[in-house]
């Protein structure tokens, strides 16, 4: 069987270029969409998988799905860094109490305000988190309102600079005297500060809302989990690892964004597809000598089919690689959201995987083939002698 040569289909889009071009711009830009929802929901899982170690764990109160909503009475953070299968330092265990709360504070460029995680710390948090370090300024002082904010957050909101301040509380603001990075987690889009003044400020005396602990190994886990159950003061409260408690924040904030930006691709998908059927029916028409002339040389249905089939295909591959390409563009964004889990503003980058642009094509293609193939299949049936005299 005579097969009609690619040349020859490639040859049919480079005549109807005004055409070609209307529907390879539509599917291009339902790959753009669909990779750059891909992107997001990889710099997601990446921006709070960032924030966990394997070798860290963190005790909340039971019940809590973040240290936002977390409780835990400070006369009770020495007994929970004696438990087995801690880490030792210099000065004893390595374990660190923190509190977390949530603030509203203006954004810069726009007239609204957004929530943003403050994060109160003992003054030797540096040592206990290594992937922490100052990146500019200085790190704040013991015992002052001085803090630091992480590097996505700086510039962000009103007085998040170097130099500058904010007040939460009428003659008591908080100096900002340095910038943080964090491995690029979620993390840095917090400010830090000195946990005895943050509980002064925001009148949570001897309460702490979670506890970190460095364990000796990353299988030291469940030593550590088998104290809670011995001391029936401690089983109120409940242990995780720190990689595995912000997975789970990852997965709703992920699938969320995943679920919203596939239902936009799915309606654009749908127009795309209708203009690709609208465009080969548009050929099938305009060229009905053409078809009918193929057919006297002797060149079967399925040749023709497959020939206007191949075309479609090609159209949707050229608007396939355009958008994919034009989605990498993204990586250079950075982008905002709230995370539903904390309640907080956390800034994410577009980040792609090696299976971004062969899955963005592939989804070209799977539009092209639905929009081509009736058309195609159109053509496949006309009667020679029927389109000759078209």
Do not use: C
């Amino acid at each position: 069987m005579a097969m009609i040569p690619l040349s020859y289909s490639l040859r049919s889009l480079m005549v109807r270029k005004a055409t070609t071009f209307a529907t390879a711009f539509g599917i291009a830009l339902v790959v753009f969409v669909f990779a750059s929802v891909k992107m997001l929901g990889n710099g997601i899982k990446k921006t709070l998988g960032a924030s966990g170690r394997d070798d860290v764990a963190i005790v909340m109160s039971k019940g809590a799905q973040a240290e936002l909503g977390s409780t835990i009475l400070q006369n009770q953070v020495g007994k929970i860094a004696q438990m087995g299968g801690v880490a030792q330092g210099e000065n004893g265990p390595l374990a660190q109490a923190e509190m977390v709360v949530v603030i509203t504070h203006p954004k810069l460029g726009t007239s609204g305000v957004a929530n943003v995680t403050m994060r109160g710390m003992p003054d030797n948090w540096l040592k206990f988190r290594s992937e922490a370090r100052i990146v500019a300024g200085r790190e704040p002082k013991a015992g002052t309102r001085e803090v630091v904010v992480g590097r996505a957050a700086r510039g962000r909101f009103l007085g998040f600079e170097i130099g500058k301040s904010f007040a939460m509380v009428e003659n008591q603001p908080f100096d900002v005297v340095g910038v943080f990075a964090a491995g690029g987690g979620s993390l840095e889009s917090e400010v830090w500060g000195d946990l005895e003044v943050m509980r002064t400020m925001f009148d949570r005396p001897g309460l702490v809302s979670s506890v970190h602990v460095r364990l000796m190994t990353p299988g030291s886990l469940q030593a550590f989990k088998d104290g809670f159950k011995n001391d029936p003061q401690l089983r109120e409260y409940e242990v995780e690892r720190e990689t595995k408690y912000y997975e789970k924040q990852a997965n709703g904030l992920g699938q969320f964004i995943s679920i919203l930006g596939n239902i936009i691709a799915y309606f654009f998908a749908i127009g795309a597809m209708i203009g690709a059927i609208i465009t080969m029916y548009g050929a099938v028409a305009n060229r009905q000598r053409e078809i009918g002339t193929l057919r006297a040389l002797g060149f079967s249905k399925l040749s023709i089919l497959l020939a206007f089939l191949l075309e479609s295909l090609a159209l949707s591959a050229i608007g396939g690689v355009i958008g994919a390409v034009a989605a990498m563009g993204m990586t250079t964004v950075k982008f905002s959201t709230m995370n539903f889990a904390s309640w907080s503003e956390v800034v994410f980058r577009f980040v792609p995987s090696p299976g971004t642009f062969s899955s963005s094509i592939i989804f070209a293609m799977v539009m092209g083939l639905v929009g081509g193939l009736l058309p195609a299949i159109r053509a496949a049936r006309m009667s020679p002698i029927k389109a000759m005299r078209g």
